[in-house]
């Protein structure tokens, strides 16, 4: 599966933004999908993930109540909304796809990834 992410921005802390991630082909709703985010000098890590159907959910400690994930299977696409931003959510965000089950959270996990979408958050 190929992902295409978008809606990336620059946004003030407190503000909210809803990433889109767009796969092509048609077994999406097979896929286990997952947000991850890598800030300037830092490691790729986990933000949220969701199942196939979307039932359940998956997210970091230091995003949760904040952000959540969501898929349109009909679509091929799967969102991330953030809201209540912090500095410290700057980072590129990446969405992925994991063929197998299990909703899990390592990079190595993961078989397919989009190209990155930036966030910025001013103070």
């Known amino acids: 599966v190929q992902l295409q992410a978008s809606g990336g921005g620059l946004v003030q802390a407190g503000g909210s933004l809803r990433l889109s991630c767009a796969a092509s082909?048609?077994?999406?709703?097979?896929?286990?999908m997952g947000w991850f985010r890598q800030a300037p000098g830092k490691e790729r890590e986990f933000v949220a993930a969701s199942n196939p159907g979307g039932g359940t959910t998956l997210y970091a400690d230091s995003v949760k109540g904040r952000f959540t994930i969501s898929r349109d299977n009909a679509e091929g696409t799967v969102y991330l909304q953030m809201n209540s931003l912090k500095p410290e959510d700057t980072a590129v965000y990446y969405c992925?796809?994991?063929?197998?089950?299990?909703?899990?959270?390592?990079?190595?996990?993961?078989?397919?990834w989009g190209q990155g979408t930036l966030v910025t958050v001013s103070s």
């Open positions: 992925a796809a994991r063929r197998r089950p299990g909703v899990l959270f390592s990079t190595y996990d993961y078989d397919s």
């Open positions: 082909g048609r077994t999406f709703s097979a896929y286990v």
